[in-house]
């Protein structure tokens, strides 16, 4: 078992344009987080929105919350290193 798999992490690969992936890293260092707690938190965020018949393809969301929960999310994973 690797220690991906032992903390409940699984790897998410794209490949990006190079402005687009350094908008990501810019963005990130900015809020002070990483780009893999951004992409986990607004995962949830949208996962949280009902889907059904009447979804609003104009998803909100409020940053401002899910840059809060990236910071617990990164914070977390310190500790457990």
């Known amino acids: 078992m690797t220690t991906t798999q032992l903390h ?8 990006l344009s ?4 350094g908008n ?3 963005f990130a ?12 938190e607004l995962g949830q965020e ?3 929105k009902k889907m059904g018949d009447d979804f609003d393809i104009n998803l909100a969301v ?5 840059i809060k929960r990236a910071r617990k999310t990164d914070s977390k994973r310190r ?3």
């Open 24 to 26: 990501w890293h810019d």
């Open 62 to 66: 409020n940053l401002a919350t899910i």
């Open 8 to 15: 409940g992490r699984s790897p998410i690969h794209a490949y």
């Open 46 to 48: 949208m996962n949280s």
């Open 18 to 21: 190079d402005d687009s992936h």
């Open 29 to 40: 260092a900015a809020h002070g987080v990483s780009v893999s707690a951004l992409l986990e």
């Open 79 to 81: 500790r457990r290193r």
